[in-house]
């Protein structure tokens, strides 16, 4: 279940939406410096919610869960044919045929590319929208409960946000000799950052929120609905082995760290897939200030995260009105 924010999935450009290698020896520091902590880029606030974040661990949750529904269908791939078929009863209802045409260009251009779809626009409106219950007769059209729901996540397919917590990764990355990456962009998020969002939006207050969970190139969105997590506090040698600096005298990536915790944090998705994401939290006076994926979750981890309550159909040839009238009709 996938999709690039854009009308279609594009590797190299966010289109429509948007937004050194280490050697390590025995001496204190690797050659670069490269320290790292939460930055601007994975400032949680940058989410855009109304809510108070913390970084105290004693305030964090160490489980959470959605209070509203979360649904899941077809990601509808444009290799597939996209949301045409919908678009054509649409047209059809409409007394039209631009919507499908649309569509159909969409396919056309990037059909071919296998991780394009409607990933982006089916997770906000899982977050945003109530299901549909059952098929509708609206102006001579039937609309199945699919089609319904394809309608309602191309009306979130255009979707804008305030701003993404982590950044878009744009190639393969790079790691250096600890198995660390080092490709700028495609570090992110970084896995206190995450942890804070894990447990203030999950934790404390409920709310779900999406994430991109592939830190490569291509964008798999997917909505979070739960967690789970085990927090183990681990001394400063035991941080610097998790990392794989076990030979510095010092930990390395955050020098304003003083404390430490290992976590492992079982994601679960709206499809129902766990995530199982290790990390080492960097920590001052009980405050996440930093982190560091570790084993397989350092190339295996969301590379950024983000949500929206404003929906925007990228096909530019929807009526909002319509949609959701046929949507509340399916409810009743």
């Known amino acids: ?14 289109a429509v939406l948007l937004p050194i290698s280490l050697v390590i020896g025995c001496s204190a520091e690797p ?8 930055d601007e880029i ?21 489980t959470g869960d959605s209070k509203k529904f979360v649904w899941n269908s077809n990601w509808y791939p444009l290799s597939e044919g996209g949301t045409i078929g919908a678009m054509r009863k649409y047209d059809r209802a409409m007394g ?3 919507a499908e045409a649309w569509e159909a260009e ?13 990933c982006n626009g089916l997770a906000a409106a899982g977050i945003n929208e109530h299901p549909p219950l059952h098929e509708v007769w609206f102006q001579g059209q039937l609309f199945t409960v699919d089609d319904i729901k394809a309608l309602l996540i191309e009306k979130w397919q255009g979707t804008r946000f305030v701003t ?14 600890s198995g660390r990456v080092t490709t700028p962009g495609c570090r992110d998020m970084n896995a206190g ?10 934790g404390k207050h409920k709310q779900p929120f999406i994430i991109d969970h592939t830190a490569g190139d291509e964008v798999w969105n997917f909505a979070v609905e ?4 085990t927090v183990e506090v681990i001394d400063p040698g035991t941080a610097r082995a998790l990392t794989n600096i076990a030979s510095a005298s010092s930990y390395l990536w955050n020098p304003d760290a003083t404390e430490f915790m290992k976590v492992r944090s079982n994601v679960r998705l709206a499809t129902g897939q766990i995530l199982k994401l290790d990390y080492v939290l960097e920590l001052r006076h009980g405050s996440i200030i930093g982190g560091e994926w570790i084993l397989n979750s350092r190339l295996n981890h969301p590379d950024f995260a983000w949500t929206s309550t404003v929906p925007d159909p990228a096909n530019p040839h929807l009526d909002l009105a319509v949609i959701d009238q046929i949507a509340r009709l399916s409810r009743q």
């Not at 050659?31 to 939460?38: D, V």
């Not at 739960?226 to 997590?229: E, F, V």
Request: glycine share 10%; with cysteine; charged share 15%.
């Open 1 to 14: 279940m996938k999709h690039v924010f854009s009308q279609s999935r594009i590797r190299l450009s966010l």
């Open 226 to 229: 739960g967690y789970r997590s």
């Open 164 to 177: 993404l917590v982590g950044g878009r990764c744009f190639t393969q990355p790079i790691v250096d000799d």
């Open 193 to 202: 950052a995450f942890h804070v969002l894990l447990g203030n939006m999950l």
């Open 106 to 118: 969409t396919v056309a251009k990037q059909g071919h590319v296998d991780w394009a779809g409607h």
């Open 42 to 62: 994975n400032d949680v606030s940058r989410l855009g919610v109304p809510v108070n974040f913390t970084t105290l661990t004693r305030e964090l949750p160490t």
């Open 31 to 38: 050659p670069s410096k490269a320290h790292e902590a939460i």
């Open 96 to 98: 039209g045929q631009a």
